[in-house]
């Protein structure tokens, strides 16, 4: 398990003795593709972080479609804000592929939070968060293709082996409009598909496109 922990972000370089103490209060499990980890409304006293795989956090409107927040990968922590707020899970996880995903008992990681380095990781990460949140609500003055280009510019990680509707839902916008930008953006030789993901290959020209 101490080898496991060693891959999260939040355990990185930490003594092996305090690992040891971690590892008896968490458990791991393997989640198959699409499987649920937790629901929006819940609430335990878990966190988790994933080894191996993918997860995506997710909202739902009124008739039950999926719209995506997050996306956390290898190394990522997700959960944790809940826990230290004592409040129910404000969004739903599911696995995006085969995963295999750490879950650590909140009750008995609580006294480490104040103590760096556990703190001091804590705070960038939230904080980290709340700025992406931010960066991505100016989204809302931009047109469609925009929106493509200002993610591409500020949110790279989004492009990276995810799903185009979840993407396109995200973003607002209908999987073939974003479709339509995409491949403009490639046949100007501004971006490349590559191993399942999308990259730029010209960013000059595309930071001039939302200027």
Known sequence: MIHKLKKLSLFFNIEDSLLLEIANYSSIKKYN???????????DRYFYGIVKGSVLMYDSDLKGNIIPKNQFGCGDIFGLISQIQNRP??????SESESEIIKIDYSKFQKHISVPPFSDRIIKMLSNQIMQELEFNKLQ??????RVIYTLLNFPQKFVRKKKYMLA?????SAETLSRILSKLKNDGIICYCEKSIKVTDYDRLKKLIN
């Open 33 to 43: 593709k699409e499987q649920i980890i937790f629901y929006e409304g819940e609430k």
């Open 141 to 146: 003055k931009f047109d469609a293709t925009k």
């Open 169 to 173: 839902k995200e973003l607002n916008m």
């Open 89 to 94: 899970y404000c969004l739903s996880a599911i």
